[in-house]
């Protein structure tokens, strides 16, 4: 929307949003863009909290700014924690499962349901597959390729890739346990092992089959093994 209203070819004068937070929940995002857009002579104008053009006016403006990134990063927190209390009650947050795997709506108590991860017929035998052409001497990029060769389609549909191959070897969802919060939701980085959630699962892999791969896979990690 900022790169459409910018241009040249554009006369908008202002923005409308119902309230501040529809525009940004980030208050320094949101003042960045909105002295973008001043210069341009655009005002974002909130129609359930409007303020004045003028000094006085961007000082409130700036409060209702900050307000909505306070609330939103509240909710954040109950949101995170409601869904690490459900995943320790062996429930599976989210609606896209691992490879191998479907996610279906169980009944836990009467008219509440939740979330379990169930093996999915259609990709149990790739899955297994893709495990002993690793373990067989293949990289992830010759598993891959010959994936795609035998017309073993991913489950979107497109071609296989060599880090969609290391990320079904990774996945221990395959020997009977996902682990939820493994990554920060805002950076994507690792976190403590201690605070990963572990939910059960029925395994589709062998673990010593699984434990193989793995040991595969290290091998070939060039910054265990330089040179």
Same mark, same amino acid.
């Given at each position: ?16 949003v ?7 929940r980030?208050?320094?995002k ?11 002579g655009?005002r974002v ?6 303020t004045t053009?003028d000094?006085m006016?961007?000082?409130i403006?700036g409060i209702?700014?900050l ?5 939103s990063?509240v ?12 995943a320790k ?15 279906v ?16 017929p ?9 495990f002993?052409?690793y ?7 010759? &598993?891959?390729?010959?994936l795609?060769?035998?017309? *073993?389609k991913s =489950? #979107?549909?497109?071609?296989?890739? @060599?880090?969609m191959?290391?990320?079904v ?11 939820w919060?493994?990554?920060d ?5 690792v ?13 589709? &892999? ?7 791969? *793995?040991?595969? =896979? #290290?091998?070939?990690d060039p910054? @265990?093994?330089?040179?």
């Amino acid at each position: 929307m900022i790169g459409d209203v910018l241009a040249p070819s554009k006369d908008v004068q202002a923005i409308l949003v119902y309230q501040s937070s529809r525009f940004m929940r980030n208050a320094t995002k949101a003042r960045a863009y909105k002295d973008q857009l001043r210069r341009k002579g655009i005002r974002v104008v909130a129609i359930g909290q409007e303020t004045t053009d003028d000094p006085m006016g961007h000082i409130i403006e700036g409060i209702f700014e900050l307000i909505d990134q306070y609330e939103s990063e509240v909710n954040g927190l109950r949101t995170s924690a409601a869904m690490r209390e459900n995943a320790k009650q062996g429930n599976f947050n989210g609606a896209r499962a691992p490879f191998g795997f479907s996610v279906v709506r169980k009944e836990v108590r009467p008219g509440v349901k939740r979330g379990a991860l169930v093996p999915n017929p259609t990709e149990i035998e790739t899955t297994r597959e893709i495990f002993r052409m690793y373990i067989a001497g293949r990289g992830a990029k010759a &598993v891959a390729r010959q994936l795609n060769q035998r017309g *073993l389609k991913s =489950r #979107d549909g497109v071609l296989w890739r @060599k880090d969609m191959v290391l990320k079904v070897i990774d996945e221990t969802a395959a020997i009977g346990t996902f682990f939820w919060g493994k990554r920060d939701s805002k950076t994507g980085e690792v976190r403590d092992r201690d605070d990963w959630v572990g939910i059960p699962c029925e395994p589709i &892999v062998d673990q010593d089959l699984f434990d193989m791969a *793995l040991r595969v =896979r #290290d091998s070939r990690d060039p910054k @265990k093994h330089p040179g």
